[in-house]
Nanobody, 126 residues
Framework: QVQLVESGGGSVQAGGSLRLSCAAS????????MGWFRQAPGKEREGVAR???????GVVDFVQGRVTISQDNAKNTLYLQMDSLQPEDTAMYYC????????????????????WGQGTQVTVSS
């Protein structure tokens, strides 16, 4: 059993920054890929970024250059640093984890992930 708890969301003006955190607990030893997703009202949940056990990262094009994913293995914590936030970034952000690696030959989709956090809301005003 794995539990994921996000934090760090909130309201920010356009151009601002937020750092989201995801604390993992339980049996995390075999989690080889962790990622962030977001979902805006009326839209599908979409991948934002992912990182594997070797530190390889992938960030989707629509946030490229503004988002950095990282992890602190000692703390079992995943981070998403978001800069230059825009209103279109407004969404519920979810932390997710999966076993077996990030499957880099495939796009980052929700179906790939085994565990999910409750989400943290990010609201960006203009």
């Amino acid at each position: 059993q794995v539990q994921l708890v996000e934090s760090g969301g909130g309201s920010v003006q356009a151009g601002g920054s937020l750092r989201l955190s995801c604390a993992a607990s339980g049996y995390t030893y075999n989690l080889a890929c962790m990622g962030w997703f977001r979902q805006a009202p009326g839209k599908e949940r979409e991948g934002v970024a992912r990182i594997d056990a070797n530190g390889r990262t992938g960030v989707v094009d629509f946030v490229q250059g503004r988002v950095t994913i990282s992890q602190d293995n000692a703390k079992n914590t995943l981070y998403l640093q978001m800069d230059s936030l825009q209103p279109e970034d407004t969404a519920m952000y979810y932390c997710a984890a999966q076993k077996g690696g990030c499957e880099w030959s495939r796009l980052q989709t929700p179906a790939m992930y085994d565990y999910w956090g409750q989400g943290t809301q990010v609201t960006v005003s203009s």
